[in-house]
DNA sequence: GGCCAGGCCCCAG
DNA sequence: CTGGGGCATGGC
């Protein structure tokens, strides 16, 4: 792990959680009820002691073997990995994946972000003064339709309320194949096949994960019209991380 | 001040 | 099974 390499910004801020601040270059987020806060010259110090927070970053995987593999079949992303390396695939808590993703939906990245740390504020535990843990389940059982809609949660509302009824089918994902938890997260109401999708990725680390947003239906339309994503495999999550990320701050290169 | 956002549900053909 | 309208809200 000593000169595993990680795209701190990218990676917090490339869409795969809403859980970061960043002032300066000092990082906060509260992690499995833990406040973390570190400046980004620590880091590497900070994970090689902290088995947690080694496993969250994710710093034991062929990172270096999936850059170089991804690298070779295809020049546009080539550049894009060139460009952001090393994003890693963090390892998050399902249960605030699904509701984040569940709050994607037909919204933007900088709301999603807005609405996650209002729930926080509203239903999580305060844990450093003015500093809030996203909500269990627990803590949100008897919330109402109602009251999330006055949160700003919008139409969305109906689907956290029947998806924290159901909060305790993510325990039973974790020995299922990607497709058959793919099948039981369908099942949720408010879960389809694009936030599902991120479910696996960025809660079960499943690399074989491929979402197709508006941006990315974008970047295949554009750049690889015939393929699909075993094109990529089998790093197509990672591939997908990078040519999502490039084309919302980069677009054309 | 419209337009649009890391989609999904629902209903018509 | 495929296509397209509707949906809450706020950032731009």
């Known amino acids: ?7 701190l910004e990218a990676t ?12 300066g270059n000092r990082y906060e987020a509260v992690l499995g009820g833990r406040h973390v806060i570190f400046e980004e010259q620590d880091f590497y110090a900070l994970v090689t002691e902290d088995a947690m927070l080694s496993h969250y970053f994710d710093m034991e995987w062929e990172y270096d073997e999936a850059e170089r593999v991804l690298s070779a079949r295809d020049p546009h992303l080539a550049a894009r990995i060139k460009q952001y390396r090393s994003i890693h695939i963090l390892n998050q808590d399902p249960w605030e994946v699904l509701v984040s993703f569940l709050l994607s939906q037909n919204n933007n990245i900088k709301r ?9 504020e509203a239903y999580g535990t305060e844990v450093a003064p003015g500093v809030f843990a996203f909500p269990r389940p627990s803590q949100l059982e008897s919330v109402t339709e109602a009251e999330f809609r006055a949160l700003g949660m919008g139409f969305r509302a109906p689907y956290l309320v029947s998806t924290i009824a159901q909060s305790e089918l993510l325990e039973s994902l974790n020995t299922l194949d990607y497709v058959s938890a793919k099948e039981q997260l369908i099942g949720i ?3 389809g096949e694009k936030v599902a999708s991120c479910i696996l990725l960025f809660g079960y680390h499943h690399m074989e994960a491929f979402p197709l947003d508006t ?6 339309k554009k750049y690889y019209p015939t393929k ?17 990320h490039g ?6 290169l």
């Open 1 to 7: 792990m000593n000169d595993t390499l990680i795209n």
């Open 247 to 252: 084309e919302r701050l980069g677009g054309r």
């Open 12 to 23: 917090l801020f490339c869409g795969q959680t809403f859980a970061w601040t960043k002032e």
């Open 215 to 220: 941006w990315m239906q974008k970047v295949m």
């Open 189 to 191: 109401r408010g879960v």
């Open 112 to 120: 999603i972000r807005s609405m996650y740390r209002s729930l926080s």
């Open 228 to 244: 699909d994503k075993t094109f990529f495999a089998p790093y197509a999550a990672l591939a997908q991380q990078y040519l999502f």
